[in-house]
């Protein structure tokens, strides 16, 4: 790829999010009510997004052999308890990842 080809290509990403970014303010004007349906995926989609999260990150864990699916087990009750606690989505899957990790790089020493 040349550097012209590169910028182009640079360029135009840019523009897509740019675009994909303002339409929603260029749709949906500052003080019109959004359509009903618009307002429901708003309320809707933040717990399917999250359900469809959580369907994928265990799709694979392994419970019939060694370490039992524990690793997954625990970071997720770790997510699921510093969510309910502290109400904090960042830190609750930052710690659940680093749970995670710790889990099964040092102490379930899982090799994949």
């Known amino acids: 790829m040349t550097s012209l080809e590169m910028v182009i290509t640079v360029a ?3 523009a897509g999010t740019l675009l994909t970014r303002f339409a929603a303010f260029l749709i949906f004007p500052p003080g019109k009510k959004a359509p009903d349906f618009v307002l429901y995926l708003g309320k809707a989609l933040p717990a399917a997004v999250m359900g469809l999260l959580v369907v994928y990150t265990f799709k694979d864990t392994v419970v019939l052999t060694y ?3 524990l690793p997954e087990l625990i970071a997720f009750l770790v997510t699921v308890e510093l969510h309910m606690w502290k109400r904090n989505m960042f830190m609750s899957i930052g710690a659940g990842t ?3 990790m710790i889990l099964v790089q ?3 020493n899982v090799t994949r």
């Open 67 to 69: 370490p039992y699916g």
């Open 12 to 14: 135009i990403v840019v």
């Open 98 to 100: 680093v749970a995670y």
């Open 106 to 108: 040092a102490i379930f």
